[in-house]
């Protein structure tokens, strides 16, 4: 910042003196915006130094909390997952291998429909897997803080998964199961594999079923989540409470 402010002392005092050269006229003005660039970003540095690790983790989560309520938004439709390539929930592998035979069948727009069940059923647990995650992002420990601030887009999120995934995934389970339940997708996924004799897939097909649903929901939440976590970082309309300017501006 020093090094700034002299160039521009410098661009001043020459600029009042008479002078005739046009091109040392125009040479001055290009240093007096090189010397007030390199002072705003000496100055962004500083105010980004003094923010104090306590402040630095209240950011970090106000981000994360914020994003999740964004993710929730886009999501939790009936077709938010459906309709979205970049989340949509496929059948799961074992359920790939026997969708030739499934497929072979009259029953195509049934596997179809199917489909779209399990892709519903993620949307409707969009809302509790924010309050789930808004409640761990509160109680988590985020060590280098500073570190997180400083690094990648989505440093945080990505920080944030690899701590809570699994104990994420074991929450979510039982709430997953019951929306499959409640919806008749198990139902309607048993009476599938019946028809085309699939038998390997009826095999602890609820706990598979389960398990697949809230592995690709989290990803597809995850993923969402990162998005928003960068729109923070590089777009100040995004930054919409004091804590985020502050942290984040």
């Given at each position: 910042m020093k090094t700034g402010l002299t160039a521009l002392a410098m661009v001043l005092t020459a600029a009042i003196a008479p002078s005739s050269n046009a091109g040392m006229m125009d040479g001055l003005v290009n240093a007096a915006n090189g010397a007030l660039a390199a002072y705003g970003r000496d100055s962004f540095s500083v105010d980004r130094r003094q923010l104090s690790g306590d402040t630095i983790v209240a950011g970090l989560r106000e981000a994360l909390i914020v994003g999740c309520d964004k993710v929730v938004a886009?999501?939790?439709?009936?077709?938010?997952?459906?309709?979205?390539?970049?989340v949509r929930i496929s059948l799961p592998a074992r359920w790939r291998e026997a969708q030739p035979v499934l497929a072979s069948m009259d029953d195509t727009?049934?596997?179809?429909?199917?489909?779209?069940?399990?892709?519903?059923?993620?949307?409707?647990?969009a809302p509790a897997t924010r309050d789930i995650l808004q409640q761990l992002?509160?109680?988590?420990?985020?060590n280098n803080a500073r570190g997180i601030l400083n690094g990648g887009d989505r440093q945080a999120t990505v920080y944030l998964r690899r701590n809570i995934a699994d104990h994420m995934a074991q929450q979510l389970r039982?709430?997953?199961r019951e929306s499959l339940q409640s919806s008749g997708a198990l139902q309607f996924g048993e009476k599938l594999v019946s028809q085309a004799s699939q038998e390997a897939v009826l095999t602890?097909?609820?706990?598979d079923?389960?398990?697949?649903?809230v592995s690709e929901s989290l990803d597809g939440f995850f993923y969402y989540l990162e998005q928003e976590e960068q729109a923070i970082r590089k777009d100040p309309a995004h930054r919409?409470?004091?804590?985020?300017?502050?942290?984040?501006g």
């Open positions: 886009r999501l939790n439709e009936s077709e938010g997952y459906n309709a979205d390539a970049e727009a049934d596997v179809q429909m199917f489909e779209q069940q399990l892709n519903r059923a993620a949307a409707t647990v992002i509160g109680n988590l420990t985020i039982p709430i997953v602890n097909l609820e706990t079923l389960t398990d697949h649903v919409t409470t004091p804590l985020l300017k502050r942290v984040f």
